[in-house]
């Protein structure tokens, strides 16, 4: 157990509809990042929040959005979903805004995302 | 813009040794990482080098030439589990100090 926890494991959803990941972080880390890992392409970074602000913002499509909440866990919102969204979504954590360049992540166990 | 580049998959034999290598190009390059992704899990930290020279943890070294944009992971005495995905990712001051992820390298290790 890498100590950021992600829900729900899996999901299976219909085009067209909106769905809300979850992401709990270590304890103790500030920073919450979301990637996106489909099949053919690597993990992609989608946005990363630190205590609670917007930090910094990668491919994230408009359909898509993300907050982090006063007590750190953070949410990524999918609407609209199309098929090519299906893949698997992590949530990583660390413990520093990213200043810091010897800490790396701490990944969650992912959310496999199925649009059918 | 970034540009990470990796050898798609890789075959070896238990035992043995293997260099897994990565070029990167990036204007804001703040250390290189490795991380081990097995099949459908999260991926794990490997090691993590900032400075030219050679990193060793264990089975695993790591190599940084920052003047050449090159990485590799050397992985020694091959196990069976080392069958896996190995990511290189490039910290980079111009994305907000975000990880850039190579498309990563499948290794599948043989009896």
Sequence with gaps: ?116 | GQNIDQPTEMTATEGAIVQINCTYQTSGFNGLFWYQQHAGEAPTFLSYNVLDGLEEKGRFSSFLSRSKGYSYLLLKELQMKDSASYLCAVRDYNYGQNFVFGPGTRLSVLP
């Design chain 1, 1 to 116: 157990d890498s100590g950021v926890t992600q829900t729900p494991k899996h999901l299976i959803t219909a085009t067209g509809q909106r769905v809300t990941l979850r992401c709990s972080p270590r304890s103790g880390d500030l920073s919450v990042y979301w990637y996106q890992q489909s099949l053919d392409q690597g993990l992609q970074f989608l946005i990363q929040y630190y205590n609670g602000e917007e930090r910094a913002k990668g491919n994230i499509l408009e359909r898509f959005s993300a907050q982090q909440f006063p007590d750190l866990h953070s949410e990524l919102n999918l609407s609209s979903l199309e098929l090519g969204d299906s893949a698997l979504y992590f949530c990583a954590s660390s413990v520093d805004s990213g200043a810091t360049p010897n800490y790396g992540y701490t990944f969650g166990s992912g959310t496999r995302l199925t649009v059918v």
